[in-house]
């Protein structure tokens, strides 16, 4: 006789079956997981797989009996048999979706209302159910909901614990919606709210470098271009370069927000809502300020605000993740212009002098596995016939983890640009005569050269200081008039770095009115937007 012992797994992989053997046999033992048994294969392992099958049926039929698993579904009439424990698990989403409690009893309750306003619910009936729903968002809020089996997802959970409070009333909260255009509206709600946290994060983050920027405009430091020293610029103009591109995601969120705020619910499964609901009623309710979903079968079906809202993410991520770059290099021990606080470092097991920039680490790293969910969403989505399927329930998880990381990321880069400190003499000292050759041909340019012939002529006189084994900037007059006798005394003041920087004094350059208006446009800008 053989007892067969079905060992659970934490993780989604094949469960480990042990078969002990309670007399002398052909196998005593075998790992599903392994592609080879510990003593014997064949009819034992058919045995095996054929008692495993028996035994999870046995366990069904036993739930039917006993009613362990009659918790009524919201899907459940057409079905007679029960659900094979292992699908209850593959299909329940409330592990994730439970963060959704207080979008699910917020639009319950507007739709409760507008189902009174359309003469389906008396207002006692809806104030109840509205009452019952305060209740239910309290005791998630306290952490005291209790989680019962057949809850397999926020919907689920919320109105089976509804119908417990207010009795038979609640199961006429779902009279005319499907759970198809309530996911959507939950998933709009929670996102639209999340998105106005990440944007306001986002605003303090340039606020932050704007402040810096003015605090530290008259710090110098080589510009780079194929990580080449190349001119020299402002750590100011560098940091708003940066800043410039997170103005571009703000704009980018703020675009986005009007197409996440549109209203899927009364679109029912797919065709439409049978009761006269008042869909701009529920949108005003619910602050869906950017309208009603205009066609019911693509309200349910579609999660393109999900993907822009990834697209957000990832985007973003990139740019942190590009300046954190910047400042990982500038703190390496090659430069040192910049040196994380300790907040936002940490030190080597082995190695005592080290201080690692973590921070700025895990920043660059985390953008790599947010262009991973942005592709997985799309993945998800690209075959996914009209109108709503399954596959969606795979979005929340690759959103939570997109927005949360996003906004993480965005906190920790507003404390390290606050406290990064500089070192203005290491960032003088990266500046070289060198990268004053474009100033030198721009010299000849003012004495009415042609660029093109100015740039040979700079050339030269490079290759001229590296054949007498000197700097650019000990060239003399001389030396330089056997390459162009336009050159004059003046050609002196060309070796100034500041003077290089001012010359760049256009809009947007690096000269420091340019650097200050650059602060100021932002400034105006964060106040027009309110935020």
């Known amino acids: ?78 079905f007679t048999g029960a659900t094979d424990p292992l699908m209850e698990k593959f299909n329940e989403s409330l592990p994730f979706d439970k963060r959704m409690w207080r979008e699910d009893t917020r639009g319950s309750q507007a739709y409760a209302r507008a189902l009174s306003k359309a003469g389906v619910l008396t207002e006692d009936e809806a104030a109840s ?116 591109a997170w103005q571009r995601d703000d704009m980018r969120l703020r675009d986005l927000m009007p197409r996440v705020a549109m209203l899927p619910l009364g679109s029912g499964a797919l065709a439409g809502n049978p009761f006269g609901v008042d869909r701009q009623f529920i949108a005003q309710e619910l602050g869906f300020f950017g309208g009603v979903c205009p066609n019911s079968m693509d309200a349910v079906s579609d999660r393109d605000f999900v993907i822009e809202a990834l697209f957000f993410c990832s985007l973003h991520l990139v740019h942190l993740s590009r300046w954190a770059e910047d400042l990982i290099i500038y703190s390496s021990g090659a430069f040192k212009y910049v040196q994380c606080s300790d907040a936002y470092a940490t ?34 989505m690209k075959s996914a016939p009209t109108t709503y399927n399954k596959d969606f329930q795979e979005a929340w998880e690759l959103m939570f983890d ?45 004495k009415g050269v042609p660029f093109r012939e100015t740039h040979h002529m700079s050339g030269a006189a490079v290759k001229l200081a590296e054949d007498k084994g000197c700097q650019l900037s000990d060239l003399t007059t001389q ?40 602060v100021e446009k932002l400034k105006t800008y964060l106040s027009a937007e309110g935020i």
């Open 1 to 78: 006789m053989q007892t067969i012992v079905l060992t659970p797994q934490s993780q989604p992989v094949q469960p480990s079956i042990h078969i002990v053997e309670r007399r002398s046999g052909r196998c005593s033992e075998v790992d599903a997981r392994s592609t080879r048994p510990k003593q014997s294969r064949g009819k034992c392992q058919h045995r095996e797989s054929t008692r495993m099958h028996a035994q999870a049926q046995t366990t069904v039929e036993a739930q039917q009996s006993d009613g362990a698993a009659s918790t009524k579904k919201l899907w459940g009439g057409r």
């Open 129 to 244: 159910i509205v009452g019952g729903l305060d209740q239910v968002a309290k005791e998630w809020e306290t952490n005291t909901f209790e989680i019962k089996q057949g809850d397999e997802d926020i919907h689920t959970a919320n109105e089976r614990r509804l119908s417990e409070i207010v009795g038979a009333v609640g199961g006429k909260l779902h009279t005319g919606r499907s759970r198809n255009d309530q996911v959507a509206t939950d998933t709009r709600l929670w996102l639209l709210n999340k998105l106005v946290e990440v944007r306001a994060s986002l605003a303090d983050l340039i606020r932050a470098s704007v402040a810096r920027a003015e605090q530290d405009v008259d710090v110098l430091m080589p510009g780079f271009t194929h990580l080449q020293p190349a001119m020299t610029v402002r750590w100011s103009h560098w940091l708003l370069g940066h800043t410039a």
């Open 347 to 380: 030190g080597s097991s082995l190695m005592p002098q080290k201080k690692n920039p973590d921070a700025l680490e895990l920043i660059r790293g985390k953008a790599g596995r947010l262009q991973g969910n942005l592709a997985g969403m799309l993945a998800v």
């Open 402 to 446: 997109s927005v949360d990381t996003t906004f993480d990321c965005i906190r920790i880069a507003t404390g390290v640009i606050s406290t990064i400190k500089i070192n203005p003499d290491r960032m003088l000292a990266g500046l070289s005569a060198d990268m004053l050759a474009t100033d030198l041909a721009e010299y000849l340019v003012r």
């Open 479 to 518: 030396d330089l008039q056997t390459i162009n006798k336009l050159f004059e005394d003046d050609v002196q003041e060309v070796w100034d770095f500041d003077r290089s920087a001012e010359m760049r004094d256009t809009e947007g350059g690096a000269s420091k009115r340019s650097v200050l208006q650059q």
